[in-house]
């Protein structure tokens, strides 16, 4: 070798470096370099991988968007009807962004775009599939562009032939000098190819594709084609047919699997070399799997594309199928090969752990990975269709329950943060919690690797032969999460675990909160305790509950004792035990005489008030359907005035008939004028409790003030209903048999008769079965038994018998001539037979509904009734609105001040 420096020697071309220095690139051309022979295989690691093979999948995801597209398109028919002016403006204006003349220029070559889009779109869609040997996909978007179009045809025809005019009206559209309806099945169909096909973030010609159908349903607009909401509707029903073949058929697996999974774990710093399936893996199998991935997170800097050399075999290998490989540097080190000499059944059987595995609502997919140290780690697998099903899941709990509700993100990646966050935090508050050792991204999958509890024994497991070690050291867990701030909100047997030291090991921290309030704290309390009740018994869960607690907290649980706030294992568990909650409830009760047994308002509201909710809507809505409000308006205008007073006082003669019907019937002599007070007072409760509810408990609370007992003055407010709805009953017969008819009404029609003949049949065959019987009994017996004694008293005094039905009939007959007097003053009338029977009748249909005071369904029960009675539209709504003012609205102020007034002299 020379000596001599590089000026020394001319005849030999020094090369220009590729790299200044400090690493920034040569500005230039980079020289042509010798191509360098292919570096040999570098296998870092070999894994024995067993796992479920990957398959196509039905997900949840899937059916929401379905759900969505459907209720899209019923918006889309709501907005051409009850928004056919705004739909057409925004129409227009989208229009008028091109002037008259130029759209006209423009009008064919739009066309001429949009055709040849038409045509693209499916070619580029289904090549693209068949390139790449998407089979499966290529007849999902065949289906679903057949189904779209045959579906937009459809709607079509349905909409030609049955639709309203209303309808019709919004989704017509004026092109060519001719109306014809906006529905295009020809977007149906590319909206169903499309959706069929798969999804815009992983197909590329989907999401162009997606793109391009938008453009020409905005072009389609300009050009007066197609009205707003036709077109957005016709991309809907194409989008819910490919949702179904979607589903039907199933999507392609896009989780981590084999070869990514493998290199996801040596990312997450894990040297794997076994990982088994531990979850519920169908037919389980084992792949060698080699890979050249570091360990840890790299950073791999990439050249300057001008400076680095090109060669002629850098390519992407896309055989593989993309669930089991990645594209890699070196292809030859990162390969998955069958492995026909395992036996499956013992590989299984060492990794599985039924603590760790079953009765686990909030994990994936676990794995039980051993690295090269022979040393054994816990990895969960997030997977995005599964977080889709769990946020699901907990969505109406979310709704209907105050902020107790395990929070679970729609995104896998927010749920893996915040799953690591707490796990973190909790370790850090010395809660015993396996700790976090690494995560990792794949495809769409989030890997969290924590480490595995020795011999774990789910708590459920132990029964009731539980140590008391162990009772103790679990409470002892909760107290040091809760004073670190942290709230687990998902306590119940699977995530809780016994190590084989006896030591216990909390789980799944991805619901709870970190910054917790007290009613979180409270509620985790609540589900630990009756979650020991469960297994080891109601004395021994109070006995270490209050080994550890103080006693503000054992207080403080007894109102948190609900089934709404308890996991689904617990409640299911609970459910063995009958009473258990209220149970506890007494316990609690008994050791700290401070706790409230009531269960707290937790609840924003139940399925019933939904139901109840919904019907009263429908209803209201038939009812402003048929109403004339230009007659309603005319009638208010000549109402008169003395009548509508007249209404009022005979309001107010009601509270004296309710007051005598309590004063005859109490066990204790009361005051009339007090009485009639009491039920002036009980109009202000009217507002937040059910027609008939809110009287009762203010009649209770007066009684119980007069001295006399709860289950007396129990019994006293019951035989008061009963005899009000007996008068009721007999008036009514009374009043059909006077007249010589049921009502003035016509008879119902033929359908309504036969469901009432079944209705009475299926009653009749019910009571004739001894199980129903006994159901029956059982919740009429306590009221049999409070009521009987004092029926007995009444009837033997002829006195307070005769002024208790004398006061509920002058109730019922007050209320009558308020609601006649109410319709006289619109100058309409009604034989008082037939108005005593619509309103009694109306205002019982009306009542039975539990809504607070009544409010809707009693006006819309005494509207039906004066309309079917033969009373227009508008009067009977303006008549059931006087009536309700002067019977329910206007005494709730002066009931305030009897209320206040009541309260200070001690009566309330």
Same mark, same amino acid.
């Given at each position: 070798?020379?000596? +001599?420096?590089?000026?020394?020697?001319?005849?030999?071309?020094?090369?220009?470096?590729?790299?200044?220095?400090?690493?920034?690139?040569? &500005?230039?051309?980079?020289?042509?370099?010798?191509?360098?022979?292919?570096?040999?295989?570098?296998?870092?690691?070999?894994?024995?991988?067993?796992?479920?093979?990957?398959?196509?999948?039905?997900? $949840?995801?899937?059916? @929401?968007?379905?759900?969505?597209? &459907?209720?899209?398109?019923?918006?889309?028919?709501?907005?051409?009807?009850?928004?056919?002016?705004?739909?057409?403006?925004?129409?227009?204006?989208?229009?008028?962004?091109?002037?008259?003349?130029?759209?006209?220029?423009?009008?064919?070559?739009?066309?001429?775009?949009?055709?040849?889009?038409?045509? *693209? *779109?499916?070619?580029?869609?289904?090549?693209?599939?068949?390139?790449?040997?998407?089979?499966?996909?290529?007849?999902?978007?065949?289906?679903?562009?057949?189904?779209?179009?045959? @579906?937009?045809?459809?709607?079509?025809?349905?909409?030609?032939?049955?639709?309203?005019?209303?309808?019709?009206?919004?989704?017509?559209?004026?092109?060519?000098?001719?109306?014809?309806?906006?529905?295009?099945?020809?977007?149906?169909?590319?909206?169903?190819?499309?959706?069929?096909?798969?999804?815009?973030?992983?197909?590329?010609?989907?999401?162009?594709?997606?793109?391009?159908?938008?453009?020409?349903?905005?072009?389609?607009?300009?050009?007066?084609?197609?009205?707003?909401?036709?077109?957005?509707?016709? $991309?809907?029903?194409?989008?819910?047919?490919?949702?179904?073949?979607?589903?039907?058929?199933?999507?392609?697996?896009?989780?981590?699997?084999?070869?990514?999974?493998?290199?996801?774990?040596?990312?997450?710093?894990?040297?794997? &070399?076994?990982?088994?399936?531990?979850?519920?893996?169908?037919?389980?199998?084992?792949?060698?799997?080699?890979?050249?991935?570091?360990?840890?997170?790299?950073?791999?800097?990439?050249?300057?594309?001008?400076?680095?050399?090109?060669?002629?075999? %850098?390519?992407?290998?896309?055989?593989?199928?993309?669930?089991?490989?990645?594209?890699?540097?070196?292809?030859?080190?990162?390969?998955?090969?069958?492995?026909?000499? #395992?036996?499956? +059944?013992?590989?299984?059987? /060492?990794?599985?752990?039924?603590?760790?595995?079953?009765?686990?609502?909030?994990?994936?997919?676990?794995?039980?990975?051993?690295?090269?140290?022979?040393?054994?780690?816990?990895?969960? =697998?997030?997977?995005?269709?599964?977080?889709?099903?769990?946020?699901?899941?907990?969505?109406?709990?979310?709704?209907?329950?105050?902020?107790?509700?395990?929070?679970?993100?729609?995104?896998?990646?927010?749920?893996?943060?915040?799953?690591?966050?707490?796990?973190?935090?909790?370790?850090?508050?010395?809660?015993?919690?396996?700790?976090?050792?690494?995560?990792?991204?794949?495809?769409?999958?989030?890997?969290?690797?924590?480490?595995?509890?020795?011999?774990?024994?789910?708590?459920?497991?132990?029964?009731?032969?539980?140590?008391?070690?162990?009772?103790?050291?679990?409470?002892?867990?909760?107290?040091?999460?809760?004073?670190?701030?942290?709230?687990?909100?998902?306590?119940?047997?699977?995530?809780?675990?016994?190590?084989?030291?006896?030591?216990?090991? !909390?789980?799944?921290?991805?619901?709870?909160?970190? *910054?917790?309030?007290?009613?979180?704290?409270?509620?985790? @309390?609540?589900?630990?305790?009756?979650?020991?009740?469960?297994?080891?018994?109601?004395?021994?869960?109070?006995?270490?509950?209050?080994?550890?607690?103080?006693?503000?907290?054992?207080?403080?649980?007894?109102?948190? @004792?609900?089934?709404?706030?308890?996991?689904?294992?617990?409640?299911?568990?609970?459910?063995?035990?009958?009473?258990?909650?209220?149970?506890?409830?007494?316990? !609690?009760?008994?050791?700290?005489?401070?706790?409230?047994?009531?269960?707290?308002?937790?609840?924003?509201?139940?399925?019933?008030?939904?139901?109840?909710?919904?019907?009263?809507?429908?209803?209201?809505?038939?009812?402003?359907?048929?109403?004339?409000?230009?007659?309603?308006? +005319?009638? =208010?205008? /000549?109402?008169?005035?003395?009548?509508?007073?007249?209404?009022?006082?005979?309001?107010?003669?009601?509270?004296?008939?309710?007051?005598?019907?309590?004063?005859?019937?109490?066990?204790?002599?009361?005051?009339?004028?007090?009485?009639?007070?009491?039920?002036?007072?009980?109009?202000? =409760?009217?507002?937040?409790?059910?027609?008939?509810?809110?009287?009762?408990?203010?009649?209770?609370?007066?009684?119980?003030?007069?001295?006399?007992?709860?289950?007396?003055?129990?019994?006293?407010?019951?035989?008061?209903?009963?005899?009000?709805?007996?008068?009721?009953?007999?008036? !009514?017969?009374?009043?059909?048999?006077?007249?010589?008819?049921?009502?003035?009404?016509?008879?119902?029609?033929?359908?309504?008769?036969?469901?009432?003949?079944?209705?009475?049949?299926?009653?009749?065959?019910?009571? #004739?079965?001894?199980?129903?019987?006994?159901?029956?009994?059982?919740?009429?017996?306590?009221?049999?038994?409070?009521?009987?004694?004092?029926?007995?008293?009444?009837? %033997?005094?002829?006195?307070?018998?005769?002024?208790?039905?004398?006061?509920?009939?002058?109730?019922?007959?007050?209320?009558?001539?308020?609601?006649?007097?109410?319709?006289?003053?619109?100058?309409?009338?009604?034989?008082?037979?037939?108005?005593?029977?619509?309103?009694?009748?109306?205002?019982?249909?009306?009542? =039975?509904?539990?809504?607070?005071?009544?409010?809707?369904?009693?006006?819309? +029960?005494?509207?039906?009734?004066?309309?079917?009675?033969?009373?227009?539209?508008?009067?009977?709504?303006?008549?059931?609105? &006087?009536?309700?003012?002067?019977?329910?609205?206007?005494?709730?102020?002066?009931?305030?001040?009897?209320?206040?007034?009541? /309260?200070?002299?001690?009566?309330?």
């Amino acid at each position: 070798m020379s000596d +001599a420096p590089p000026s020394e020697t001319p005849d030999v071309a020094a090369p220009i470096p590729a790299t200044s220095p400090v690493g920034l690139p040569t &500005v230039g051309i980079a020289p042509v370099v010798a191509r360098s022979p292919r570096p040999s295989s570098t296998v870092r690691s070999r894994t024995l991988l067993v796992d479920a093979p990957p398959r196509r999948l039905r997900r $949840v995801e899937d059916l @929401l968007d379905l759900v969505l597209s &459907v209720i899209g398109s019923l918006s889309m028919l709501i907005l051409a009807v009850y928004a056919h002016q705004t739909t057409t403006g925004v129409t227009q204006d989208v229009q008028n962004i091109l002037a008259v003349i130029l759209r006209q220029v423009l009008v064919f070559p739009l066309q001429a775009i949009e055709g040849l889009a038409t045509f *693209i *779109i499916p070619v580029a869609v289904l090549l693209g599939r068949i390139l790449r040997r998407s089979w499966r996909s290529a007849v999902q978007a065949v289906l679903g562009a057949v189904g779209g179009w045959l @579906l937009g045809v459809m709607a079509y025809i349905a909409l030609r032939t049955w639709a309203p005019t209303s309808l019709l009206a919004g989704l017509t559209v004026t092109g060519a000098g001719s109306a014809q309806l906006g529905i295009s099945a020809t977007y149906a169909a590319l909206a169903g190819l499309l959706t069929g096909a798969g999804e815009r973030r992983s197909v590329t010609a989907v999401r162009y594709g997606w793109a391009s159908l938008w453009v020409l349903v905005g072009l389609a607009v300009l050009r007066s084609a197609l009205p707003l909401s036709g077109a957005i509707l016709s $991309v809907l029903l194409g989008r819910a047919i490919g949702l179904v073949m979607r589903y039907i058929l199933g999507v392609e697996d896009h989780r981590a699997h084999g070869i990514p999974l493998v290199r996801a774990l040596r990312r997450a710093g894990l040297d794997a &070399v076994c990982t088994v399936r531990m979850d519920r893996a169908p037919r389980a199998r084992a792949w060698m799997v080699t890979t050249d991935a570091p360990l840890g997170y790299t950073e791999q800097v990439r050249e300057n594309p001008l400076a680095a050399p090109v060669t002629e075999d %850098s390519h992407v290998d896309d055989a593989e199928p993309p669930a089991l490989s990645a594209p890699t540097s070196d292809p030859e080190a990162n390969t998955i090969t069958q492995a026909d000499d #395992v036996d499956l +059944a013992k590989v299984l059987s /060492q990794a599985h752990s039924a603590a760790l595995v079953e009765g686990r609502t909030s994990v994936h997919r676990l794995y039980a990975v051993w690295d090269a140290g022979g040393v054994r780690r816990d990895v969960t =697998v997030l997977d995005a269709d599964r977080q889709v099903a769990g946020f699901l899941s907990t969505l109406w709990d979310r709704i209907r329950v105050k902020g107790l509700s395990p929070t679970r993100d729609m995104s896998v990646r927010p749920a893996a943060e915040h799953a690591a966050l707490m796990t973190l935090e909790a370790s850090r508050a010395g809660v015993r919690t396996p700790r976090l050792l690494g995560m990792a991204e794949a495809a769409e999958s989030m890997l969290l690797v924590t480490e595995h509890v020795v011999g774990a024994r789910s708590f459920d497991s132990l029964g009731a032969n539980v140590p008391e070690s162990v009772l103790d050291d679990l409470w002892e867990q909760i107290r040091c999460a809760h004073a670190a701030g942290l709230a687990h909100r998902a306590i119940d047997g699977g995530s809780v675990v016994v190590d084989a030291s006896g030591r216990v090991w !909390l789980l799944d921290w991805d619901a709870g909160e970190t *910054i917790s309030n007290e009613l979180s704290r409270r509620v985790d @309390l609540a589900q630990t305790l009756a979650l020991v009740a469960s297994g080891a018994g109601v004395e021994r869960a109070i006995a270490s509950a209050s080994r550890t607690l103080s006693t503000s907290q054992l207080a403080s649980i007894a109102p948190m @004792l609900q089934r709404v706030v308890l996991p689904s294992s617990t409640r299911e568990a609970m459910g063995r035990r009958g009473r258990l909650l209220q149970e506890l409830r007494d316990a !609690l009760v008994a050791l700290t005489p401070t706790a409230h047994a009531e269960p707290a308002k937790l609840t924003r509201f139940s399925s019933r008030t939904v139901i109840v909710i919904i019907i009263g809507m429908v209803a209201l809505w038939t009812l402003l359907a048929r109403m004339n409000f230009e007659q309603i308006s +005319a009638a =208010v205008a /000549q109402a008169n005035i003395w009548w509508i007073l007249g209404a009022l006082v005979f309001s107010l003669t009601t509270y004296l008939g309710a007051g005598l019907a309590l004063v005859a019937l109490s066990p204790t002599k009361l005051s009339v004028w007090t009485s009639t007070e009491v039920h002036l007072a009980s109009s202000v =409760v009217s507002l937040v409790a059910p027609a008939g509810v809110g009287g009762a408990a203010i009649n209770l609370r007066f009684l119980n003030r007069k001295g006399v007992p709860t289950p007396v003055g129990v019994a006293t407010v019951a035989l008061v209903q009963i005899i009000q709805f007996v008068v009721t009953v007999v008036l !009514l017969i009374i009043l059909a048999a006077t007249t010589g008819q049921s009502t003035g009404l016509s008879l119902p029609s033929g359908w309504v008769m036969v469901a009432a003949i079944v209705l009475v049949a299926v009653v009749t065959v019910a009571l #004739v079965i001894p199980g129903v019987r006994s159901f029956l009994w059982a919740k009429a017996e306590p009221t049999y038994r409070q009521v009987w004694p004092r029926l007995m008293w009444i009837l %033997s005094n002829p006195g307070r018998l005769a002024l208790g039905v004398g006061g509920t009939v002058l109730l019922s007959l007050s209320y009558v001539l308020s609601f006649a007097a109410s319709l006289w003053a619109f100058g309409y009338t009604l034989p008082f037979s037939v108005l005593a029977i619509t309103y009694l009748a109306s205002n019982t249909v009306g009542s =039975v509904v539990p809504a607070p005071g009544g409010i809707g369904p009693v006006e819309i +029960a005494l509207t039906a009734g004066l309309a079917t009675a033969g009373v227009p539209g508008g009067v009977a709504l303006s008549a059931a609105i &006087v009536y309700r003012l002067v019977t329910f609205w206007i005494p709730i102020p002066v009931g305030w001040l009897s209320l206040r007034r009541l /309260q200070k002299a001690g009566s309330l």
